[in-house]
């Protein structure tokens, strides 16, 4: 399948047709025709993000992989796992132009292998339901006066085999990817998001609020099936006595429902950029399990950013 490219550089946009095959935008490849820090000193950022959940295998993984042509801070690719108790981070830096490190491989078709001492992953992602298209929506504001980043999310499958620390699982999960590209610098652009995905097996729910340093808050939720992409209208979190999600209270088509967390088996903290001395942004991602007021159950990723401000 080819795709038309739109790829900005300074204030030109350049269109070209790329093959990007089954996953559309979000194979979108890196970048290398792109000025690396702009004017202002903010750096080209090329990310993708994969991440998966089995509760019934007892397998969550969550990984990031940026890239940057910046040569103070050429990326980082960073992949937290965690099977059958037994839980590793592996962080490194990308070989430059590449989201591929020493001990991790990434196919932006849908293959990621992690071949390190302490952990080995085989996983293969395959698309579902629909991609979201939140540069279109303007809904992931950058530094950059009417220049939204370009972002894009989709639901996946994800099956493979896991080897954590000696504790070996096959996995057949479900989570999300994303690719986002532009110049990005976290603690600049923005104030807090929070988000949920939900996985309830026949549809895919995504919740989503954010604050950026400037401009109003964004909040948008969206219900994927197999016969489309439904906005949803309205929706509300509330928050626990530690400040993480409790519950979202919306309205499906079948009718109001309060989506609730019955437990959070695994977390990671994500970082977002190297040493800083200034306002940082600090973000969490937490694998949680629903249970829905109507009965039904279900699984997902609860993640949360926030500006800390004291210095």
């Not at 090329?46 to 509760?55: G, S, V």
């Not at 699982?169 to 990817?177: N, Q």
């Not at 976290?186 to 895919?204: H, I, K, P, R, T």
Request: glycine share 10%; aromatic share 10%.
């Amino acid at each position: 399948m080819t795709y038309v490219l739109k790829r900005e550089r300074s204030d030109v946009t350049v269109q070209e047709s790329v093959e990007l095959g089954r996953w559309g935008q979000l194979a979108t490849p890196i970048h290398h025709d792109v000025v690396p820090i702009d004017n202002d000193g903010t750096p080209w950022r090329d990310y993708a993000l994969f991440c998966w959940w089995d509760p019934a295998a007892g397998v969550y993984v969550m990984t990031h992989h940026m890239s940057s042509p910046d040569p103070s801070f050429p990326g980082r690719t960073r992949v937290s796992a965690w099977a059958g108790g037994k839980t590793f981070e592996l962080i490194e830096t990308p070989r430059p132009g590449t989201h591929h490190s020493e001990h991790v491989t990434v196919d932006l078709d849908g293959r990621l292998i992690v071949d390190h001492p302490e952990l080995q992953l085989d996983a293969t992602v395959d698309p579902k339901f629909q991609p979201i298209d939140f540069h279109a929506l303007k809904a992931l504001p950058s530094n950059k006066a009417g220049r939204p980043l370009h972002h894009f999310e989709q639901p996946q499958h994800a099956t493979g085999t896991i080897t954590v620390r000696g504790e070996h699982r096959t996995f057949d999960g479900v989570g999300l990817r994303d690719r986002t590209w532009g110049y990005r610098s976290e603690s600049s652009q923005w104030e807090e998001y929070q988000y949920l995905m939900a996985d309830l097996g026949d549809q895919f729910l995504v919740f989503w609020k954010l604050k950026g340093t400037s401009g109003p808050q964004i909040d948008l939720a969206f219900r994927l099936t197999d016969d489309g992409q439904h906005l949803l209208d309205h929706f509300a979190f509330a928050r626990n006595g530690s400040g993480l999600l409790n519950d979202v209270q919306t309205t499906l088509p079948t009718g109001a429902v309060t989506i609730e967390i019955s437990d959070r088996p695994v977390g990671f903290w994500v970082p977002q950029g190297g040493r800083q001395t200034g306002p940082t942004f600090s973000a969490y991602d937490e694998f949680v399990n629903l249970r829905l007021s109507d009965g039904r159950r279900g699984a997902g990723l609860a993640t949360y950013g926030i500006l800390r401000k004291l210095i």
